[in-house]
């Protein structure tokens, strides 16, 4: 173990703190995989950085204080852990991607004088639209070319802190309201803002240090908008291919519309409403539309006679269960005999699930199923023989019989599973013969016109919430596996997203202030002491943002039900 002794540690522009007493008190600050440095004087990451060197030092964006992610211009004066983040992360990846939107909105209002919001993610991008109008091919070279001039400038991402009542008025000056009377319904105060040349952002977690890391991204055109596109864990060091999906991007502009409609655009109109006492009715309004999607699909697999197996994939969180059940009802209506199959119970005994190369459980592979049972049980009733489908205990980590099922001339089959579109339990099933359906809360209601609720965060929360009712995990298991599940998800699900004949976004404008009250406390359990603390006071971070809504008005039947309980499935 290294020890650096450092009695006038680097400040590099950095303010001089008056020390304790009017005394110099050492401390020490351990580097995770690197030395050990003592100092008597605050120090920022940046400092660290330069002292440590750590091995791809110029893609780190931010540092773990304490398990707290923060900017590199945190200052530390006490003892602390910390640990370097850079782009070959989940979490360096998303201070990326933060810091690329602002300097895109940035470059927007140099470029064209006009804001522009971000709609959704699409083909490992960011979608975003100028509210004014179409965005033509010039428009994107301007804005293209401005991004490029910030970039090479090297302006720094700032960081302040102000009271509350000093952000709304410099949200008000710069025209973004919506984001003002947001700080007012969460009464965050002081609050944490960035700024970049003369534009202030807002953001509920670290941005990268400056323009200047942010070489690498591409803007392509796609409808009245753009897409911005940025490095992803599969492609650190370049940009991914660019595949916009025509069902994906109906299923997005479509709910985009819909949203628009009923005024439910960002976390302020929600606020609104649920103050207005209109929460029942964006609860009912928002099932009816599920139903009536439901509802298409259904009608849409009766007008095809030879269909026989409807196959049902998303990533974990997405809602296949309740999905699969209320498709079933759905059939019904349409004069179908449908019965449901749960992937999931095809799971291997615990102790033979394989592992990652940390020594972990992997339970995202596809080789986690009894792959050649589900084979054979498929092809069995396929042929319409009877089957005894087993039932897995998740407690156990163990399979049981279940109960016997046979397909019959006419009835269909629904199986759900998050790889129920992979080709090697699918091709079993002659083509003709199955419809697939691919699910996922594909978008919601967004913070404000440049912070998008991530739907991978919106389904942890769904997941951490039916973990911790059902399953017996504790919310550190749920957040410690989280980047497998994500890692899977990319690897084996997303992939197979292609061969579905449809899209369905289980997402509901509601549901992040229906998950609030469970979420909440279930994340304050998680102490400071362990490595995810960090990832859990984020969420909270995020949450406080969300309006609390009662819960006894939720349908029985809803997707949300799935995971906060009181499902009637």
């Known amino acids: ?14 303010p001089v703190f008056p020390r304790r007493g009017g005394l110099p008190l050492t401390f020490t600050v351990y580097v995770k995989n690197g030395p050990v440095f003592s100092s008597d004087v ?8 330069a002292e440590s060197r750590p091995d791809g030092c110029d893609t780190v964006v931010a540092w773990r204080v304490n398990n707290y992610l923060r900017s590199l211009d945190w ?18 990846m998303e201070v990326y991607r933060r810091s690329l939107s602002f300097l895109l909105v940035l470059a927007c209002r140099r470029a064209l004088g006009r804001n522009i919001v971000l709609r959704h993610s699409i083909s490992e991008g960011y979608y975003w639209e100028d509210p004014e109008g179409h965005l033509s091919q010039d428009d994107i070279e301007a804005i293209r070319s401005m991004m490029a001039d910030l970039v090479s400038r090297d302006l720094p991402f700032i960081r302040k802190v ?27 105060d002081p609050v944490e803002l960035y700024r970049c040349a003369d534009l202030y952002g807002y953001y509920y977690a670290p941005l990268a240090p400056s323009t200047g890391y942010l070489k690498l991204f591409d803007l392509k055109p796609l409808g009245p908008g753009m897409v911005l596109q940025f490095p992803t864990i599969n492609y650190p060091s370049a940009l991914p291919p660019f595949r916009a999906s025509k069902n994906l991007s109906g299923v997005f502009l479509d709910y985009a519309r819909w949203l628009e409609v009923l005024g439910l655009r960002t976390m302020d109109s929600l606020h609104q409403k649920i103050a207005e006492g209109k929460g029942l009715e964006v609860i009912l309004i928002s099932e009816a539309f599920h139903a009536l999607n439901l509802g298409k699909i259904a009608e849409e697999i009766a007008s095809r006679p030879n269909v026989k197996v409807v196959a049902i994939s998303g990533p974990s969180g997405s809602g296949k269960t309740t999905l699969s059940e209320r498709l079933k009802i759905q059939l019904q209506v349409c004069g179908k005999n449908p019965m449901t199959l749960a992937m999931d119970n095809y799971f291997v005994d615990r102790e033979n699930t394989p592992r990652d190369e940390e ?10 199923l009894e792959l050649d049972m589900l084979s054979g049980h498929l092809g069995r009733l396929l042929a319409g023989e009877e089957v005894v489908i087993p039932q897995f205990d998740f407690i156990e980590g163990k399979k049981f019989p279940g109960k016997r099922i046979t397909l019959k001339p006419g009835d269909i089959l629904i199986m759900e599973g998050i790889h129920g579109l992979n080709d090697r339990i699918t091709d079993v099933i002659p083509k003709e013969e199955r419809y697939g359906i691919f699910v996922s809360p594909l978008t919601g209601v967004y913070l404000d016109d440049h912070n998008r609720t991530s739907t991978t965060d919106n389904r942890l929360l769904r997941r951490l919430v039916r973990d911790a009712r059902t399953r017996g995990h504790s919310p550190e298991s749920t957040l410690t596996i989280w980047p497998n599940v994500i890692k899977g998800a990319m690897k084996y699900v997303f992939p197979y997203q292609k061969r579905a004949d449809i899209m369905f976004n289980s997402s509901l404008p509601y549901e992040l202030s229906a998950l609030r009250a ?14 995810v603390y960090g ?3 984020r969420l909270l971070s995020m949450l406080r943002f969300i309006p609390m809504l009662p819960t006894e008005n939720i349908p029985n039947n809803s997707i949300i039900r799935e995971f906060i309980g009181g499902t009637c499935f």
């Open 518 to 531: 469970y979420a909440d406390p279930i994340l304050h359990t998680v102490p400071e002491c362990s490595p």
């Open 1 to 14: 173990m290294i020890i650096y002794s450092i009695v006038h540690f680097s400040q590099r522009g950095n």
């Open 42 to 49: 605050p120090i920022t990451g940046k400092s660290v950085l």
């Open 359 to 368: 020594g972990n459980y992997d339970f995202e592979v596809i080789e986690a």
């Open 162 to 188: 102000v009271s509350l009542d000093k952000a709304r008025a410099i949200f008000e000056r710069q025209g973004s309201g919506e984001v003002a009377r947001l700080f007012k319904w969460a009464g965050v």
């Open 535 to 537: 990832d859990a006071q």
């Open 75 to 92: 200052v530390i004066e006490d003892n602390t852990n910390v640990e370097f983040i850079d782009t070959s992360s989940f979490e360096g």
